[in-house]
């Protein structure tokens, strides 16, 4: 029986990796679930899994979960803040962590997971963007197993061969082939696009998925964060990655190699594959995804990014390429202007204006540890804000 924790159970995300869980009750048992300010929710979610623990946002997100457990006769000890996330993600009884909060909120839990020892199920790409190789060396010291949930970073893991170290070169790759939907802005005029509404951004043609991710979508730092996710996870250069736009989204992304093979993994995009792939990993496990029907799909297109469309991956490009802790900025940078975005406080078009501007003024240091990262964060955090605030939509 395998004791799981997720981090971010009332996500998209959480959600997707319970109903895999509720399938295989022989398997898997609930360890213990964290949500920020969705405490019905979570309380719901608690009746239904009865895990040993449960986290939330604040002492007063506490009391009330605690009241409502407490109608339902429920044991759960409930607790709150950053420190009892990292003591969910690092207790001894618990084999599996979902690490599946948005954002650098999620980095600090997520890297307590790697450092002792679990295997990490990582959907929250902005902590290991952020941490980079401090994230890869600590998992590595303490022998975490990092599994990716991204369903792109999950195709290529199936694609690459199963005794891939961490230099393509080695394995005969050649390149890894990063699709993209392009999001529900692929075909729309460009100078439509400072009207857009957070209503349409969020719209996305294939996935049903949070709020942040999904505006990251839009402007495709999604697949800008994804490219250094990949550099990270399969220590591959930046050269070595490459966008490919598939708005079907059915080849989940490819890995070519030096003699012409291109593989890929393929599936309905449904995160409960890429999330039962990683749970069961080596096995194999039902997720409740319908099997693919190609004659249905018929048709699969492929183009190259448009890059004046779409800044943003530009610059996660150039933050992959600068190192150190450019890319904590540029993440940082990103975070504050999505949710400016979200507010109705900057139009679309001033999200990779933000982000570029942080980016530029503020120099890059070495990612040399944790606190340094953090530091950088709280930098960009604030000029982001600063430069938000002078502006007008
Ligand atoms: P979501 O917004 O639906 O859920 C986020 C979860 O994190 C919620 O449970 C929320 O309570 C929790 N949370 C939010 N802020 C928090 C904070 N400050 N402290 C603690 N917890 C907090 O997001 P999602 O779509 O499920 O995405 C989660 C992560 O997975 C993101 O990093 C995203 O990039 C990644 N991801 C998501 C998908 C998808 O299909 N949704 C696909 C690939 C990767
Ligand atoms: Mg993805």
Known sequence: MQQVTILGATGSIGVSTLDVLARHPE????????????????????AQFRPARAVVGTAAAAAELSALLKAKGLTTQVEHGEAALCAIASAAEVDTVM????????????????????????????ALVMSGQLFIDAAQQAGAV?????????????????????????????KILLTASGGPFLTRAVDTLDAVTPEQACK????????????DSATMMNKGLEVIEAHWLFGAPAEQIEVVI???????????????????????????????????????????????????????????????????????????????????????ANEVAVQAFLDLRIGFRQIDRVIA????????????????????????RAAAERLIAGLTR
């Open 146 to 174: 990092l599994l990716p949930i991204d369903s792109e970073h999950n195709a290529i893991f199936q694609c690459l061969p199963a005794d891939y170290g961490r230099a393509p070169q080695g394995s005969g790759v050649a």
């Open 357 to 380: 501007q942080v980016v530029e003024a503020l120099p890059h240091g070495a990612a040399d540890s944790i606190e340094a990262v953090m530091a950088q964060d709280a930098l960009a």
């Open 99 to 126: 690490a599946a909060i948005v954002g650098a909120a999620g980095l600090a839990p997520t890297l307590a997971a790697a450092r002792a020892g679990k295997k990490v199920l990582l959907a929250n790409k902005e």
């Open 246 to 332: 598939h708005p079907q989204s059915v080849i989940h992304s490819m890995v070519s190699y030096v003699d012409g093979s291109v593989l890929a993994q393929l599936g309905n995009p449904d995160m409960r594959t890429p999330i039962a792939h990683a749970l069961a990993y080596p096995e194999r496990i039902a997720s409740g995804v319908a099997q693919l029907d190609l004659t249905q799909i018929a048709t699969l297109q492929f183009e190259r990014p448009d890059y004046a469309r779409f800044p943003c991956l530009a610059l996660a490009f150039a933050a992959l390429r600068a190192g150190g802790t450019a890319p904590a900025l540029l993440n940082a």
């Open 27 to 46: 398997r898997y048992s609930v360890y213990a679930l964290s949500a920020h300010s969705r405490v019905a929710e979570l309380a719901a979610q608690c």
């Open 204 to 215: 996305h043609p294939n996935w049903a998925m949070g709020r942040k991710i999904s505006v």
